[in-house]
């Protein structure tokens, strides 16, 4: 008989744990010397709860992505029975799981999205669906908005267009180009700083992308990448009819479009995808996070079936080992069934009114807010110098970090927060009810006060 493995790590202290992550582990998007990371033993429903029982109301879904909450009890037994019954089956076998997770899918996606590669992440989703773009249309080009973010590997980073992608320069994917997409608050337009009237808006970037489009050469571009709804760089929602309008730039001149809805997909904007507020339905869509709410890796490249069919008689290059895994998918079907009989998607969209009111609420009496938006249960908060000038808060007088500064005085408030630069989210778990929605609102309100009196008056408040 074999022997148990033995857990006596897993009755480590605090502070080893604490001391035993520093000493050996490598921290992504950090600076080693500086990372200060959250103590976390167990998670239930909304809350984490660190190793002294002290509970964080999550705020941020974990990394956007727990959707449904922590711990619930259907997907950890699913992920159990699937690793009694099949822990793992390489990429070209065909399991129940597999069958069933595309079936599902296919139901839940626009019409005609209905063939699906599914991978170990966003980023690899997003890999995969250049290099379909490119292997369809036989073009290179990619066209991006600056206001993104798309992941981390080399392909990914490329098309990325927020100061993430800079740091590795000019190493990146060649063949991208970058345009603005749509931001009234602090639009490329001047004129949308004082009238931003939806329509305008819209037909002000469309016109610029079109002009893009023609300068860069339409038969050179495959593909333009959109985060349907921007995620860390601000939840920007498109006004009505860009979208619309890109589809049909787009198919005027047999570009493909890809969706990222990597964030906004799986009810985080009160539809099970994002496309779904616009009617648009793209050549190819990213999906990540919420496939799984985070039970375990899993993204998914959803493709048309003709841009699937110009690789039936070619080989699709491109594959890891764990395309595919049964435990994810696993945990992606009960994560799906879970949050059907949940009403989850039904409920962001019930709560859409109490996030906005919440958000206005706070800028109505903090002088260092100077915008929110929000839709479904994702929300933003943008932080300013000052409302005249729109300059972004980045830093407190003292030269730290103005996220850095939030995140450690909501920690303080048990609440979990987190975001970009001057921009604090709001994403949490699609199951939080209207009262923890303002119990995290006053906990966050608690903490702009702070911010603002440090930033008007430093000598005021204690330096953390
Ligand atoms: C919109 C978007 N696309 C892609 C990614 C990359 O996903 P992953 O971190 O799973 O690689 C992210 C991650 O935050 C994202 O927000």
Request: aromatic share 8%; glycine share 10%.
């Amino acid at each position: 008989m074999s022997k148990p493995i033995k857990t006596s790590w897993q009755s480590r202290t605090r502070d080893e744990v604490q001391a035993l992550c520093m000493q050996h582990n490598f921290w992504t998007w950090s600076a080693q010397a500086e990372v200060d990371p959250l103590p976390v033993e167990r998670a239930q429903g909304v809350f984490l709860y660190d190793f002294d029982g002290q509970a964080y109301l999550d705020f941020n879904a974990s990394v956007m992505c727990v959707n449904l909450g922590h711990g619930d009890g259907r997907v950890i037994d699913a992920i159990a029975e699937q690793a009694r019954t099949l822990a793992f089956a390489g990429p070209h076998t065909a399991t129940r799981v597999r069958a069933e997770l595309g079936r599902r899918l296919a139901e839940l996606t626009p019409p005609g999205l209905d063939r699906f590669l599914f991978t170990l992440g966003g980023a690899d989703a997003i890999e995969n669906a250049i290099k379909l773009a490119r292997g369809h249309s036989g073009r290179a080009k990619i066209l991006a908005g600056y206001n993104s973010y798309h992941g981390a590997t080399h392909g990914a980073l490329a098309v990325t267009g927020d100061s993430r992608r800079l740091a590795w320069e000019p190493f990146l994917m060649p063949g991208v180009v970058h345009f603005h997409t749509p931001y009234p608050y602090q639009s490329i337009f001047p004129a949308h700083w004082q009238d931003s009237d939806p329509a305008r808006v819209a037909s002000d970037y469309l016109d610029y992308l079109e002009q893009v489009v023609k300068s860069e050469g339409p038969s050179t571009i495959a593909a333009i990448l959109l985060e349907t709804v921007v995620g860390t760089n601000g939840v920007l929602v498109p006004p009505d009819g860009y979208l619309q309008g890109v589809q049909e730039l787009c198919r005027r001149h047999g570009i493909l479009l890809i969706c990222d809805e990597v964030m906004a997909g799986f009810g985080r904007t009160g539809t099970w995808f994002a496309v779904e507020h616009w009617k648009v339905v793209p050549d190819l869509m990213v999906m990540a996070k919420g496939l799984t709410s985070g039970y375990a890796p899993l993204g998914a490249l959803a493709m048309t079936d003709e841009v699937a069919r110009s690789f039936d008689h070619r080989t699709y290059q491109g594959g890891l080992t764990f395309n595919g895994h049964p435990i994810s998918l696993a945990a992606a079907i009960a994560n799906l069934e879970a949050l059907e009989q949940d009403g989850c998607i039904d409920h962001a969209h019930v709560l859409e009114p109490v996030l906005l009111e919440q958000l206005e609420s706070l800028k109505s009496h903090s002088e260092i807010v100077g915008d929110v938006r929000g839709i479904g249960l994702f929300g933003a908060i943008e932080l300013v110098e000052d409302r005249e000038s729109r300059k972004p808060l980045e830093r407190v007088p003292d030269g730290i970090p103005a996220l850095k500064y939030v995140q450690r005085l909501a920690r303080e408030r048990g609440l979990f927060v987190s975001g970009r630069g001057s921009i604090l989210l709001v994403v949490p778990p699609l199951i939080i009810t209207p009262e923890q929605l303002r119990e995290g609102f006053r906990k966050l309100d608690a903490c702009l006060q702070d911010l603002q009196a440090r930033v008007m008056d430093p000598g005021s408040v204690q330096a953390l």
